[in-house]
Structures are given as C-alpha cells and as structure tokens.
C-alpha cells in the first residue's frame, strides 16, 4: 500500500498544545498532510471538535494515554477507538478528576518550595482542558519565575522533582484494555524517551503485548537511525504494527512540527493499513 502523508501524534489546546485543534488542522492541511490523529493526553475533547469540522484531510480518533508501569510513567497512544464508547468516556472523567487533583497537589508542592499558588494561573493556562505539568511550566515563565519552560521542568517539574507528584495512574492494563474495548489500537508511544535501556524496553513491550497492545512508535522527533533500527526489530519480534508521529506541541518548536518526524527504514505492518481499511 502506498501511504499518504501522515501524522499519528500531535496536541492541541486541549491538553498541552498552544494551537486550538481547528488551528491544527489548517496547519496540517498547509502542510500536506492526508491523515491526522489528534492524540492529546488523556482527553478526547479535541477529538469531538474535529467531528464537526469540515476538511478534507481523513480524521483518525486517538489519544494518549498516561499510564504506570512498574513505577515508571508510559504514554500509550491509542487510535481508532469508537469515541463513543461509554467505556472510553467514563475513562477520560476520571482521568480528568484524577489530573484535576494532581494540579492541586502540584500547586501544594510549589508553594512548599516558595513559589507562589500557581493552581488559578496553570488552570487558566490549560484553558479548561486536560491540565499537566505543562501548565505550570507556562505560569511559571508568565511570572517569571522561571525564564522558560524547560527550567521549570529542570527545576520544579521534572521526574525526581517535588513538582512531579506521585499519582495513582491507571496501570498500562488498564489503558490498553479501555483502548480495545472501544475498537482501538493500543501503540506504545516514543519508547526510547523514558531514560529506559532497550532491554527494559523489550520487558515494557513483552507486558504491554501481553495486555493486548499492537502497535509501537518506530519514528518521531529525537529518534536516532539506530534507535530505529532496534524498534524495527523489536517490532517485528512481538509481531507489531509500527507508527509514526511528530508529537507537536506548539509552532514555537522549531525542532519539529506538525507531519515532520525521520524517514521510515520501514513500512512493514504499518499500522495505516489497518487504519484505513
Ligand atoms: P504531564 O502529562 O502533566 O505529566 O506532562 C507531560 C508533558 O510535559 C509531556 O507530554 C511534555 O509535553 C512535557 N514535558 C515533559 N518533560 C518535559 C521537559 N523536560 N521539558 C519540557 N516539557 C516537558
Ligand atoms: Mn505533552
Ligand atoms: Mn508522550
Ligand atoms: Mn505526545
């Protein structure tokens, strides 16, 4: 199959992207892309907006799904789900419950460390979707308390750091199987960012494949010809589709943007094949 021009993980505004989703679809038409799946982190609000929209590009429902393994954090990106599914839906307003809580307790952290209460301005941040660390990374930089996002990550809200509070996540069964109940695939997202090594890796993949997971990330920003080759490989040892994905955030990137992620050394089992059939 000849694949169009794709793009199988991005954000909008409703997570922790700075471009509303209809933005983001005039920027992915602009580009010349065919195929888009909106993946914000755990919500599919942005997903319901696409709906009503009128483009020519074909819309594939997706989201990623934050979830824990073995006390690390994965990102599960799920596609293709019937986005009605009550299953989904109840996942997602407890999610939303779950990262509501979290922003207090990230914004009891903060004040412990003698930042001001952040809680009103991350919310304001995150305008009224999906609320993450993100947002308290940009509240941060609109009072200067730090001057970029990436110091407030160095020094608040990274992994290790007090503004990374511990959080009851769903398990990684639990989000492949609400992914599967509602028709979808469940694809492991950039596995080589977790500060995981490729054995590790391979012992995330065995259990995710065993809960019903089907796909695997083998391209996307910061990803390394050598990287890919081991992900190809793994792929095809757990008989997975692969995908691929810009993960774009925001225009102010310029490292990457949206339908911009390294050539594929493959496109065995691609997971589009699937997708569009
Ligand atoms: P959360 O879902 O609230 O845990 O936030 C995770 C998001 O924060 C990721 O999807 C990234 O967009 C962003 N992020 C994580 N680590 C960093 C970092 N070191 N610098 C900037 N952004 C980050
Ligand atoms: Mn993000
Ligand atoms: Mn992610
Ligand atoms: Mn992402």
Redesign the pocket.
């Known amino acids: 199959m000849d694949l169009p021009r794709y793009d199988l993980h991005c954000h909008s505004t409703m997570s ?1 992207g700075s471009l509303s989703p209809e933005d983001l679809v005039q920027r992915a038409e602009a580009r010349g892309l065919e195929v888009l799946a909106l993946t914000d ?1 755990d919500t599919i609000e942005g997903v319901y907006k696409l709906q009503e929209l009128r483009s020519d590009l074909h819309f594939i429902s997706g989201a990623e799904f ?1 979830c824990a393994w073995n006390r690390r954090i994965l990102h599960i990106v799920g596609l293709g789900f019937d986005s009605e599914a009550a299953e989904l839906r109840q996942y997602f307003a407890r999610l939303s419950e779950l990262r509501k809580s979290r922003a207090e307790k990230i914004a009891a952290q903060l004040i412990k460390m003698g930042l001001p209460d952040l809680l009103e301005d991350a919310a304001a941040q995150s305008g009224g979707g999906s609320i ?3 947002h308290f ?1 940009r509240a941060m930089v609109a009072r200067k308390v730090v001057s970029n ?2 110091q407030a ?2 020094k608040y809200l ?1 992994v290790g750091k007090k503004g990374d509070v511990k959080m009851e996540w769903p398990s990684l069964e639990e989000a492949v199987s609400v992914i599967r109940s509602a028709s979808g695939i469940a694809v492991l997202a950039h596995p080589t960012k977790y500060k995981m090594t490729f054995t590790k890796i391979r012992e995330a993949i065995a259990d995710f494949v065993a809960v019903g997971g089907e796909g695997i990330e083998i391209s996307y920003p910061g990803v390394t010809p050598d990287h890919q080759f081991h992900l190809i490989r793994i792929a095809k040892d757990n008989g997975l589709l692969i995908s691929a994905g810009s993960d774009f ?1 925001s225009p102010g990137q310029g490292w990457t943007d949206i339908g911009k992620y390294p050539p594929l050394k493959s496109e065995e089992n691609h997971i589009l094949s699937r997708l569009l059939n």
């Open positions: 922790d982190h934050t993450g660390r993100p990374a996002e990436q990550f160095k990274g955030h």
